[in-house]
């Protein structure tokens, strides 16, 4: 169920109470890993893959649905790199990029901020999240636009107590004004700092920072042409 809508701030509030559909999404990794499982052993009995499919498919179903402790738990023992810095992230993003995002972040034990669109308001990104905030009321932006509407983006993670915004990909994710705003918020950018967008996003500046850093560049011009003699 959903709670009702209600302007907050410059956004409209919706918590989701029920995240995962957990009964299909285990009848789903079951038929999948079954049918897999038994493409890529045909010499093992019917009986063998049936059991471990269900052996798989309830892996899966227990890694997907863990507590947020366990799962954490899980990521440090196998991987050196996980670490916990921040505790709720705002994804600036929607979609299948959105719920990507979000399958990650609900293993690390992070609380997930869904933003979307008045138009996109029954897309399933919205209901996935934790929380989920329309970003500015009907008609102020166009759908595409809303999602580029860096100022609203950035009050509602501040708004709503959000540690991090990530950006996903496409949309304001190489956006080196809204990457240094999230940071002048207060708020962790999950990406490459503001300066290394700015630098790696111009040809021309990339092309420099990779010759002074000793990599090899194809043959070319030291800066842009603007001319056609130039480029001739």
């Known amino acids: 169920t959903m709670a009702d809508d209600a302007f907050a701030g410059d956004g409209i509030a919706s918590i989701s109470t029920s995240r995962h559909h957990r009964g299909e999404e285990a009848a789903m990794n079951f038929d999948y890993l079954k049918y897999n499982f038994k493409s890529l052993s045909r010499t093992a009995s019917h009986e063998d893959l049936a059991g471990q499919s269900a052996k798989d498919a309830e892996e899966v179903e227990r890694r997907f649905h863990m507590p947020n402790e366990e799962g954490l738990a899980h990521l440090k023992n196998t991987s050196p790199v996980v670490s916990k810095k921040f505790h709720k992230v705002l994804i600036a993003n929607r979609g299948e990029i959105a719920m990507r995002i979000m399958r990650t972040a609900h293993e690390l034990g992070l609380k ?57 990909y496409g949309f304001l994710s190489e956006n080196v004004d809204f990457a240094a705003k999230v940071e002048a918020a207060g708020l962790k950018w999950v990406g490459p700092r503001p300066e290394t967008i700015d630098s790696l996003g111009d040809k021309v500046k990339a092309r420099s920072v990779a010759i002074q850093c000793g990599v090899p560049v194809v043959p070319g011009t030291d800066g842009p042409v603007d001319n056609i003699k130039d480029a001739e």
Do not use: W
Request: proline residues 5%.
């Open 112 to 168: 997930t901020v869904a933003i979307y669109a008045y138009e996109d308001r029954l897309s399933m990104h919205r209901y996935k999240a934790d929380e989920s905030y329309q970003i500015a009321p009907e008609g102020k932006h166009t759908p595409v636009g809303a999602y580029l509407a860096q100022d609203d983006i950035v009050a509602i993670a501040v708004q709503r107590n959000c540690d991090a915004v990530h950006p996903g």
